[in-house]
T-cell receptor, first 118, second 116 residues
Framework: AQSVTQLGSHVSVSEGALVLLRCNYS??????LFWYVQYPNQGLQLLLK??????LVKGINGFEAEFKKSETSFHLTKPSAHMSDAAEYFC????????????????FGKGTKLSVKP | EAGVVQSPRYKIIEKKQPVAFWCNPI?????LYWYRQNLGQGPELLIR????????DSQLPKDRFSAERLKGVDSTLKIQPAELGDSAVYLC??????????????FGPGTRLTVL
């Protein structure tokens, strides 16, 4: 079975500091991985996705993530945090094996809430 | 381009009452998803449609939940009767349905349900 684990339910950084949100995956086959962001009272918005092309994936709003097979990780980073980055971030893995029509379904982590201090 | 539209945005009901949520996906998107997001958790899939067909409803509690997607466009999710534990945000998402497991899902703003 595939799953993701997000380390740290809350992360707080100062404005201008590095943002690092951690995600580890479990998968018996090469995974497809996603990062979504959720602003208060809004739906989820795709930041970036890894689909087995380049291991370093660049997304919107200056975020990027690196797929590391040896560490089973897909951590999200941004060099300099902005106040507008305060939100909840979800890592997700896409189901690859088609049991009962499940191929393509996303399994989400529990999320990491990012706070940005002035 | 309009995004995924959901209504109502908020709903408060008493337990044992019925409730329905409506979703209008992005035009041209064949795949539609309903998720439930409990407080402090990530979304969990309830049901997925490919056009009009429910291709995965394994996580839908069928004793009280039902869903339909008539004509392969709009969808309705119903709970009858609601229980206290159903309080959550119900998210609808849609995707083109052409890229399989790498498809990007686009989410609506959700309906926040409170059951008293």
């Amino acid at each position: 079975a595939q799953s993701v684990t997000q380390l740290g339910s809350h992360v707080s950084v100062s404005e201008g500091a590095l943002v690092l949100l951690r995600c580890n995956y479990s998968s018996s086959v090469p995974p497809y991985l996603f990062w979504y962001v959720q602003y208060p009272n809004q739906g989820l918005q795709l930041l970036l996705k890894y689909t087995s092309a380049a291991t370093l994936v660049k997304g919107i709003n200056g975020f990027e993530a690196e797929f590391k097979k040896s560490e089973t990780s897909f951590h999200l980073t941004k060099p300099s945090a902005h106040m507008s980055d305060a939100a909840e971030y979800f890592c997700a893995v896409s189901i690859l094996l088609n049991y009962g029509g499940s191929q393509g379904n996303l399994i989400f982590g529990k999320g990491t809430k990012l706070s940005v201090k002035p | 381009e309009a995004g995924v539209v959901q209504s109502p945005r908020y709903k408060i009901i008493e337990k044992k009452q019925p409730v329905a949520f409506w979703c209008n996906p992005i035009s041209g998107h064949n795949t539609l998803y309903w998720y439930r997001q409990n407080l402090g958790q990530g979304p969990e899939l309830l049901i997925r449609y490919e056009n009009e067909e429910a291709v995965d409803d394994s996580q839908l509690p069928k004793d009280r939940f039902s869903a339909e997607r008539l004509k392969g466009v709009d969808s309705t999710l119903k709970i009858q009767p609601a229980e206290l534990g159903d309080s959550a945000v119900y998210l609808c998402a849609s995707s083109l349905g052409l890229a399989g497991p790498t498809d990007t899902q686009y989410f609506g703003p959700g309906t926040r349900l409170t059951v008293l």
